[in-house]
């Protein structure tokens, strides 16, 4: 069984910066990517970053220079270090792994196997 635990969620101001934490279990496939995902009340999930099993990162346009996806396999746990955030960042945040894409295709598509964690909230005010 897969698991996957998100921690690092927070309330910060605009400007401000928060680190999130995924630890994952259970997933023993070769090919994959790991990745950060997010959903902000009435829109629909969208992708933020992702790793693939080669390395390659990904990052949304709404988040470059500004989010850092970064994996420590040793701990198995997947970090996004998240600088300059805005309002527009808020939203619940959710770590998952996706068999046999990129990391291109899992955050910019909607199909395929996805295991998910339960999420953890990030709100920026103004």
């Known amino acids: 069984e897969v698991q996957l635990v998100e921690s690092g969620g927070g309330s910060v101001q605009s400007g401000g910066s928060l680190r999130l934490s995924c630890v994952g279990s259970?997933?023993?496939?070769?090919?994959?990517?790991v990745a950060w995902f997010r959903q902000a009340p009435g829109k629909e999930r969208e992708g933020v970053a992702g790793?693939?099993?080669?390395?390659?990162?990904y990052y949304a346009d709404s988040v470059k220079g500004r989010f850092t996806i970064s994996q420590d396999n040793a701990k198995n746990t997947l970090f996004l270090q998240m600088n300059s955030l805005k309002p527009e960042d808020t939203a619940m945040y959710y770590c998952?792994?996706?068999?046999?894409?990129?990391?291109?295709?899992?955050?910019?598509?909607?199909?395929?196997?996805?295991?998910w964690g339960q999420g953890t909230q990030v709100t920026i005010s103004s």
């Open positions: 998952a792994v996706v068999p046999w894409m990129t990391a291109f295709q899992a955050l910019r598509t909607r199909g395929g196997t996805r295991y």
């Open positions: 259970g997933y023993t496939g070769s090919t994959y990517v």
């Open positions: 790793i693939d099993s080669d390395g390659t990162i």
